[in-house]
């Protein structure tokens, strides 16, 4: 009878190891990762808003989360394309090909779009808004590679108001990529994805929800008087909204057309989780016996970020709401699966220069390039030493195109005409260095920046020269303000994880964007993506 007790027992105690062998197997995935990636959102932006920030939201990611304090860009230009693209190949420009949102054909001298694709059509509303897909971006994403590493049975779901936001992070595998059309408010795609949009996506765009929001305008979560980490409301270095004749609250978004002015306010963001909780209910996401991936980018940030500057109301107004934003994903989270059975991650694409009249007005260095007056400089300069005013057919991303075909016709030698551009450049306020971009290592430049330069280089697709500006000097508008730069102020963005296995922990050795597919490979135990350069972030415990 004890012997038959024991032997119960010890069976009992053999099938309750099993079964937790099992289920650790079972568990080497979550059900879900969710990836956000926020729009031109500096790394400090964690940190400056935080006192008005919920208990449930940024902080949370931050406090029960591992937090890479020192997660930088490692190329530029640093654009939302490019670093969308980068984010999920775990790689540079150098090897993904997107070297900006668009860049010069150098056979045509024509401009792409970083998604152009012709060879596909609009789904869900008509005109080229959908002619996109993923064909200009040569190695395959996190998002592909879970896809692959499940025999193509998980989903993959990629969402953001910008076509580029959600395009690349999907992979060239994605069940559905949708971004905004605001001709009629409506969650577009392409038919690289489907031939009509599913159901859902039909209903949620006849709600007519972008309508709605803008409809009352954009007033302060709460009384403008308590907005102290940023300056006046009436600021001459901020941007006017369409049909308004300052800077101030409340923005009634009626001046243009509502539609397209939604993305300048934080309701863009609001649009893009409302669809992006939509995306998880109806799809099932997570729970299909798989890990499936929900891409997520909040783009409003950006629109708000360029126009009004880190110093705006607007801006901090913008952050207030997305933290509740990203509260509600996370409740949602919590009540669906289980905080153990998601796999959170946040940064972003960019970050972003302080607004350089802004930087004056506290005698700090800064300051707007005059692109137009160089431009005609150089034209002058290079008529005069060449007898050709030619010579340069693209200009993106602060590089310039040469024009081989005439300067192999005239015999024009490249090196001398590098010269030239640079000799005019040098006569202009904020203008550092011409890099040449064939022969980077024979710059001056220190080794972090020429690391940098390279990395965002293609021979294919990107210009001759670079031109480099003092730091927070930029190419743009006295009002407002841009990133793109090499500087740590446009590349330093926030990294976070959280949900499965994550423990709270802050990483503060620095690691790069190329590390988070790598990171997010190795936790899931399928292969990194195809020309991932990353390393894996140690996991804390
Ligand atoms: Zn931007």
């Excluded at 790394?43 to 939201?57: F, I, T």
């Excluded at 929001?213 to 009384?223: E, I, M, R, S, V």
């Excluded at 939604?262 to 863009?268: A, E, F, K, L, N």
């Excluded at 024979?442 to 690391?451: C, D, R």
Aim: charged content about 20%; overall charge neutral.
């Amino acid at each position: 009878m004890k012997k038959t007790s024991l032997l119960i027992l010890t069976l009992m105690c053999m099938t309750t190891w099993m079964y937790g062998q099992k289920k650790s197997t079972d568990s080497n995935r979550p059900a879900l990762v969710v990836g956000i990636v926020v729009d031109q959102m500096r790394y400090d932006y964690l940190y400056k808003y935080a006192d008005r920030y919920s208990n449930n939201g940024l902080k949370r990611l931050m406090r029960e989360g591992m937090n890479c304090q020192d997660n930088h860009y490692n190329y530029a230009p640093t654009v939302t394309a490019a670093g969308h693209a980068s984010v999920y190949t775990g790689t540079v420009p150098a090897v993904h090909g997107i070297v900006g949102n668009e860049w010069t054909d150098v056979a045509t001298g024509k401009k792409v779009y970083c998604t152009d694709d012709s060879t596909v059509n609009t789904v869900g509303t008509t005109g080229k808004t959908g002619f996109m897909s993923p064909k200009n971006m040569w190695t395959s994403t996190i998002t592909d590679q879970l896809k692959l590493a499940q025999n193509f049975k998980s989903k993959t779901i990629a969402i953001a108001l910008k076509d580029r936001g959600a395009i690349l992070p999907g992979g060239h595998s994605a069940d559905g990529a949708y971004w905004y059309d605001s001709k009629e408010g409506r969650w577009i795609t392409s038919s690289f994805y489907m031939q009509s949009l599913p159901r859902w996506v039909q209903t949620f765009n006849a709600e007519q929800r972008a309508q709605k929001y803008t409809k009352a305008g954009w007033n302060t979560l709460y009384p403008i008087n308590t907005y102290t980490s940023s300056g006046p409301d009436d600021s001459p270095y901020e941007s006017k909204m369409a049909g308004e004749t300052a800077p101030i609250f409340p923005h009634t978004l009626q001046g243009g057309n509502p539609l397209e002015l939604i993305r300048t306010s934080p309701y863009g963001n609001t649009l893009t989780k409302d669809f992006a909780i939509q995306a998880m209910t109806e799809e099932k996401l997570g729970k299909n016996g798989t890990t499936d991936f929900l891409a997520v980018s909040f783009s409003s940030t950006d629109y708000v970020g360029h126009s009004f500057g880190p110093q705006s109301i607007e801006l901090e107004d913008t952050y207030l709401r997305l933290d509740q934003d990203i509260a509600e994903i996370l409740t949602y989270l919590d009540k669906n699966y289980g905080k153990d059975q998601v796999l959170v991650f946040l940064t972003a694409d960019h970050a972003v220069a302080d607004v350089p009249g802004y930087l004056n007005s506290h005698k700090m260095p800064g300051g707007v390039f005059d692109r137009v007056k160089a431009m005609s400089e150089i034209k002058k300069a290079t008529q005069e030493a060449f007898g050709q005013t030619d010579l340069i057919i693209g200009e993106d991303n602060s590089q310039l195109y040469f024009n081989k075909a005439v300067l192999a016709k005239m015999n024009i030698d490249r090196e001398k005409l590098i010269q030239v551009v640079k000799q005019t450049l040098k006569k202009q306020a904020g203008f550092q260095e011409l890099v040449d971009l064939q022969h980077i290592e024979g710059s001056t430049l220190n080794n972090l920046y020429t690391t940098i330069i390279r990395n965002g280089y293609n021979p294919d697709r990107s210009g001759d020269v670079m031109i480099l500006l003092k730091p927070q000097w930029f190419i743009g508008y006295k009002t407002g303000t841009t990133h793109s730069t090499l500087y740590a102020y446009d590349t330093h963005v926030p990294l976070l994880f959280y949900g499965w296995k994550v423990k709270p922990s802050e990483v503060t050795e620095r690691t790069s964007i190329s590390d988070i597919s790598t990171t997010l490979a190795n936790w899931l135990h399928c292969m990194e993506p195809s020309g991932s350069i990353g390393q894996v972030i140690p996991l804390k415990r």
